[in-house]
């Protein structure tokens, strides 16, 4: 399988990036490099190979929640751009209308 231009155009559309000509030809050249890497990939025989469930063999390793660190409110408050001296203010980004 090999990409082209118009594909390229319609991936960037879909990832909303903004590609030039130049910058077109460098991803299609990296991407075709990417399918046919995959393609070598698919030609391996896996009839044997376990599939990768984890990435090690540790089961529920657990350390102690310690509190390193604390900040007092008000500590907290002092590089709010807006607060009340208790809370801090940001403005409305739902609307329960």
Request: aromatic fraction near 4%; proline fraction near 2%; hydrophobic fraction near 40%.
């Amino acid at each position: 399988m090999n990409l082209d231009n118009e594909t390229i155009v319609r991936i960037a559309h879909l990832a909303r990036l903004e590609v030039n000509e130049s910058e077109k030809e460098s991803l299609l050249k990296d991407m075709n490099n990417i399918l046919h890497f995959m393609e070598k990939l698919n030609e391996l025989d896996t009839t044997d190979v376990e599939p990768l469930i984890y990435l090690t063999d540790e089961i529920n390793v657990l350390r102690e929640d310690v509190v390193k660190q604390e900040i007092t409110a008000e500590a907290a408050l002092l590089n709010a751009p807006l607060h009340d001296g208790t809370y801090f203010k940001v403005s409305k980004v739902i609307d329960k209308g």
